[in-house]
């Protein structure tokens, strides 16, 4: 079975702190995608990775920054929080073939205060 | 990029089939249909996926006519815990990119 994994599934901070999101997969996939989940928008896509240290900008990277050192981790950084930030945070992989099948972490639920 | 268009909701009783249409007219020819289940407070799960005609497996049917302009999205009979958000997604482009719309909420009641 795939994992993905997420490092938190709740976190609260502070506007104006440094915010780390960790995603971790086991299954060797090229792909990575971080998405934030609210009400009424679905899923949007912030950022994705197709390899290591590679990264592309999706519909709405503004606010947020990426790291992928190790092909097994993708990281999301918000590098000074704001309360329009405060969602459901959901990291996802894929493996780099056709089919585009992707398999999605538990989420994190991010409050910013 | 290939958009989907789907019912924002849909309600059901427990026993009865389910069935959800989605369109895509501007499906590429490389382009797979796929569809995902969420829970809430979870994250997608995958329950199908097809390129042409019928794709069947042990949670779900999908139905894909020759235009592939469209796609179904049969459950056969659905469960109160079939209730969840139905999500149906196209292959964008080449850098493996999906996007969501805002998916299908299903009701099942008793």
């Known amino acids: 079975d795939v994992k993905v994994t997420q490092s938190s599934r709740y976190l609260v901070k502070r506007t104006g702190e440094k915010v780390f999101l960790e995603c971790v997969q086991d299954m060797d996939h090229e792909n990575m995608f971080w998405y934030r989940q609210d009400p009424g928008l679905g899923l949007r896509l912030i950022y994705f990775?197709?390899?290591?240290?590679?990264?592309e900008k999706g519909d709405i990277p503004e606010g947020y920054s990426v790291s992928r050192e190790k092909k097994e981790r993708f990281s999301l950084i918000l590098e000074s929080a704001s309360t329009n930030q405060t969602s459901m945070y959901l990291c996802?992989?894929?493996?780099?073939?056709?089919?585009?099948?992707?398999?999605f972490g538990p989420g994190t639920r991010l409050t910013v205060t | 990029l290939a958009k989907t268009t789907q019912p924002i909701s849909m309600d059901s009783y427990e026993g009865q089939e389910v069935n959800i249409t989605c369109s895509h007219n501007n499906i590429a020819t490389n382009d797979y249909i796929t569809w995902y289940q969420q829970f809430p407070s979870q994250g997608p799960r995958f329950i199908i996926q097809g390129y042409k005609t019928k794709v069947t497996n042990e949670v779900a049917s999908l139905f894909i006519p020759a235009d592939r302009k469209s796609s179904t999205l049969s459950l056969p009979r659905v469960s109160l815990s079939d209730t969840a958000v139905y999500y149906c997604l196209v292959g964008v482009d080449n850098t493996d990119k999906l996007i969501f719309g805002t998916g299908t909420r299903l009701q099942v009641f008793p």
């Open positions: 996802a992989s894929s493996p780099g073939t056709s089919g585009k099948r992707e398999y």
């Open positions: 990775s197709y390899d290591v240290k590679m990264k």
